[in-house]
Structures are given as C-alpha cells and as structure tokens.
C-alpha cells in the first residue's frame, strides 16, 4: 500500500495518514554495508527529517529506505536536499 518514488539513492514509499500526525520510518538493509555505515545513513536520514518535517502540510506515513549501497558516499548536505525537494514535491500533490 502507498506510493513509492525514488530520490536517487534513497526510495521512499508513502500514504497519507489516518492519524492527525506524521510518522517517518528508516530502514536500511544489511547489504549497503557494515553496521556503522548503515548507522551513519540513518543518522543522515533522521537528522534531515528532523529539520524538515515541519514542512509538510498534512500528516502522512513515510518510510525511507536505501536497499542497495550507493555509488558514493552520502553527505549531510545531499541527503538534506533530497529530502527537502521530496517535501515540497508532496505539498504539491496534496495541494492540487
């Protein structure tokens, strides 16, 4: 159930929500890399939805997730860019 996009190297699937808030969700497989690779993408990941969840203008249930490992290493800068275009791309789809 959901909608899935993808934003490079990071899929998301989400749904609206039936609860007045939003709910993230962050999975990242065991074959993207060791543990503290894995780590260091959720805190990317988690630290980029901290800054931009306020964004949003309705609630939904969002999970991110990485299945494969990307090309490059990530950095905070491109994960927050990512995250911030697929905000604004969902506020206009609820908008329309």
Known sequence: QGIYQSLGPIGVKYKIAEAECSRFAVSVKKKV????????????????????????????DICFFI?????S???SSYVLCLVRQFFKNLNKESSE
Do not use: V
Not at 35 to 54: F, G, S
Not at 67 to 71: D, E, F
């Open 67 to 71: 299945t494969s490992p990307p090309k």
């Open 33 to 60: 890399g060791s543990a503290p690779c894995r780590n260091r993408i959720k805190r990317l990941l988690r630290e980029a939805i901290r800054k931009e969840r306020l964004r949003l203008n309705c609630a939904y």
């Open 73 to 75: 290493p990530l950095d």
